[in-house]
């Protein structure tokens, strides 16, 4: 099964000194590494940091556009896998390795498999 | 037992070791359920004017499959492509053969999986396992028919398209998966026990199921303490079921219970299965409990309680599982251990955060009134009366509290 990966998590509780984000950027190396060389991780990206989100809705035929997120939380996407796990459990797993999990969240969704 | 009983019973009896094994054949919880609905449907037929047959679980499961391999059909016929049957399997005749292999576990861990809300995980263990109807579900739970259809629709369908595996975990999750399905079983068990809300504190029907489940749990994981733990505890627990409550519906506290109408062979069983879980020798916080609950169980008589020895277990639950539950209840273990004032000044100790919580105004009320400081017990009845929504330990507040209004404090 495909799963897609969000990882959100509020910029304020990001670790914030050089050591910290040295061990954040190892983690990651390490997450992606062990994901690609397991055949797990489909694609991957990061959001651009800061308030850069814009939001589009068509209404009436008509484009109806907002700065930033639909929903109005603390914990900002920052990020997106997609991965091809057996089942939620493995999907568990690797979603448990990502380092901003720690201290964001991070939504696993199913993708649709038509057929 | 009349012929509509016994296949009542025997559904009940079945239900979930034929749906749990049928789940591991089709591989679709739906279906599964669906299917094994028809046949049960079938057998209220059949056995009404042939009697119950020699192996009802393997007759259900024939049936079952036969009927999931009609919905099959018929679906492919509609979606006009095909879906490739394993008739190969149909040919055998399972009512030939006496052991339907027990997959209940791999069906107990898919309805407690986390990824399922709370109350989700309780409706369907109770549906799929316990075989009770959805109306029946809806009523212990005090929700409408639909609103607990469409909970156990939702949670089947994410069974299916979130990808929860149906299977025992492996060994590294298996301790935090356990102890959620502990955790479902023991809820069961409570909201039987001591109901949230409504008029009915003790609704037998839950409680039993709860034991049974704890049942066929320690018997398909007869190396888990815990598991042990919790069958001892519901147990010890339920044998004073028929004295919790007086004649007026009022909560009847510990102390002041007909202890000879205790359930003795209840209080047996428990303690012989809370023996066998401590050689086990893996403590957990549900044989603590087990243990505190068969010192009760044990006392003649509520002053011969060693109240020493309970308060030594709640400090030993409240260092495995700190909550403000075991802090209250430790409290009072201390009171009746090394007198009211000791109890009361650890009580008054948790007032910052336990001010909201109705059972730690009950506690220092009922200590307030044991060191006959009856104003201050009064008050406290009335604060633990304004939190509390249980209308049987409501009435016993209220007695509680008239009782100290009455007699004012001697000055």
């Known amino acids: 099964m495909k799963y897609l990966v969000l990882m959100y998590a509020n910029d304020s509780e990001a670790p914030q000194t050089e050591g910290e984000l040295q061990a954040i950027q190892q983690a990651w190396f390490t997450y992606m590494q062990e994901a690609q060389t397991a055949g797990v991780l489909l694609s991957n990206g990061g959001v651009a940091p800061g308030a850069n989100a814009t939001t589009v809705r068509v209404r009436n035929g008509k484009p109806l556009i907002t700065d930033g997120p639909f929903a109005e939380t603390h914990e900002q996407l920052g990020g997106y896998s997609v991965i091809e796990c057996a089942d939620l459990d493995e999907a568990l797993r690797w979603a448990e390795k990502i380092p901003t999990v720690k201290y964001g969240s991070i939504q696993i969704c199913p993708l649709w498999a038509p057929g | 037992m009349t012929a509509a009983t016994q296949i009542e019973t025997t559904f009940r009896e079945e239900h979930g070791r034929v749906l749990a094994a049928l789940i591991s054949q089709l591989g679709d919880f739906t279906l599964a359920e669906d299917a094994l609905q028809d046949a049960l449907v079938n057998a209220l037929e059949r056995w009404a004017v042939d009697g119950v047959p020699r192996n009802p679980g393997a007759w259900l499961m024939t049936a079952a499959k036969r009927r999931a391999i009609d919905r099959l059909r018929r679906a492919a016929t509609q979606e006009r492509h095909t879906v490739i049957l394993d008739s190969g399997e149909m040919e055998d005749e399972p009512e030939m053969n006496d052991s339907l292999p027990d997959e209940r576990l791999k069906l107990m861990f898919t309805c407690c999986h986390p990824a399922l809300a709370l109350e989700a995980q309780v409706a369907l263990t109770l549906h799929t396992l316990g075989g ?210 000791v109890g009361l000044q650890r009580l008054l100790n948790l007032e910052d955060q336990a001010d909201s919580y109705y059972p730690f105004h009950a506690a220092r009320a009922d200590l307030l009134r044991r060191t006959n400081q009856r104003e201050a017990a009064a008050e406290a009845y009335e604060q633990a009366l304004a939190l509390c929504g249980n209308n049987a330990e409501r009435a016993y507040l209220q007695h509680r509290r008239d009782e100290m209004l009455q007699y004012p404090a001697t000055r």
């Not at chain 2, 018997?219 to 069958?231: D, F, I, K, M, N």
């Not at chain 2, 007086?246 to 047996?268: F, S, T, Y």
């Not at chain 2, 068969?294 to 020493?308: C, I, S, V």
């Open chain 2, 132 to 341: 009770l109807s959805t109306p029946e579900v809806a009523r212990a739970f005090l929700v409408s028919e639909p609103t607990m259809a469409q909970r156990l629709a939702r949670a089947r369908k994410k069974i299916r398209d979130a990808g929860i595996p149906y299977r025992v975990p492996p060994a590294d999750l298996l301790p935090e998966r356990l102890e959620g399905l502990l955790a479902v079983i023991y809820l069961i068990f409570t909201e039987g026990y001591v109901s949230t809300s409504g008029d009915s504190l003790t609704r037998h029907e839950l409680c039993e199921e709860a034991i049974r489940l704890c049942r066929v749990l320690v018997s398909l994981l007869p190396h888990s303490a815990e598991a042990h733990g919790l069958l001892a505890l519901m147990l010890l627990h339920d044998s004073r079921r028929a004295t919790r409550l007086n004649a007026a519906g009022e909560l009847v506290l510990l102390d002041e219970q007909d202890r000879a109408r205790w359930d003795q062979a209840k209080i047996r069983e428990g303690v012989a299965i809370l023996d066998r879980a401590l050689t086990l020798n893996d403590p957990g916080p549900y044989q603590v409990q087990a243990a505190i609950s068969a010192l009760h169980a044990e006392a003649p008589t509520a002053e011969a309680t060693d109240w020493r020895q309970i308060a030594a277990l709640y400090d030993t639950l409240a260092a495995m599982t700190p909550s403000m539950v075991v802090e209250v209840n430790r409290a009072v273990a201390v009171a009746l251990a090394y007198g009211a004032s």
